[in-house]
């Protein structure tokens, strides 16, 4: 069937109804169930995996391109981020997307605009320190995607693994009737994190981004809080030194669920995350890690 591109609320209604997918379109009910892959664009081999897995948790995929405006800060490169649309939507096509909703920012934002979404006290910690704003930003274009595309599922990637949190906190906060699935992060065979950024990346900045990958890795090897900090600074601190150097901006060791530090005696799931920039390029990167006795 051929993807429909809808660009605002009418055709996003008319593209369900082409679909047979009605306002009672549950996991269960007549007319498939929906699940949304939300994006930015530039879609990469790691946005392809969300939508198979997308695929396979619902009959009908919509994915949502959208350079969100408010999630950026003034001094971020919103105005830089890559715009591929022509190539995203070939890559939809291949992959069987049903739909695709591509809103302009006039659509998606009324120009007195007053409510959002308010991240609380978890936007505020770990990559919310470095970036004032960004999650709030990130749940109300979220929270709004959800409400105009009503799909009964939504797949977002482990390499924002804060973002996720939050999503699943919104859902549970806000009692939304949309379940969350998360997917596994895709790297290139040397170990960097795919993201749309890398194209920014020149290739003396992309030796040096693999100390964020590499890092994981070290502190991966060990044990106990102190030990896998230890082993993850001294990759980063040897990048710091190279040429490009890699500008730290925080590596954390959190709870999965709060993205609060983790104490020395802590047991179970951790996540061990990194926030640097390498030449104009700022990268993130993150691994889940169990702690056991
Ligand atoms: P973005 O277009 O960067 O906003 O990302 C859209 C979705 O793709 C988010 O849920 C990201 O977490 C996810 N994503 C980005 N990079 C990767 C990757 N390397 N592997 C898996 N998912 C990813």
Known sequence: MDLIVARDRSELLAARAGLGIGRA????ADGGALALVPTMGALHEGHRSLIRLAREHADH??????VNPLQ????????????????????CEAEGVSMVFAPAAEVMYLPDRQVGVSSGQMGTVVEGAF??????GVLTVVLKLFNLVQPDAAVFGQKDAQQIALIRRMVADLNLPITIIGAPTI???????????????????????LALSAALREGARQTRPKDILHAAHAV????ARADPPLVLDYLSLVHPATFTAVTEDHRGEAVLTIAAKVGATRLIDNVVLTLTP
Do not use: K, M, Q
């Open 25 to 28: 379109g549950r996991y269960g």
């Open 61 to 66: 995929v919509a994915v949502s391109i959208f």
């Open 72 to 91: 950026f800060g003034p001094n971020e490169d919103f105005s830089r981020y890559p715009r591929t649309f022509d190539a995203d939507l070939e890559v």
């Open 131 to 136: 970036r004032p704003g960004h999650f709030d």
């Open 187 to 209: 790297r290139e065979p040397d170990g960097l994190a795919l993201s749309s950024r890398n194209r920014y990346l020149s290739a003396a900045d992309r030796v040096t981004a």
């Open 236 to 239: 980063l601190d040897e990048a």
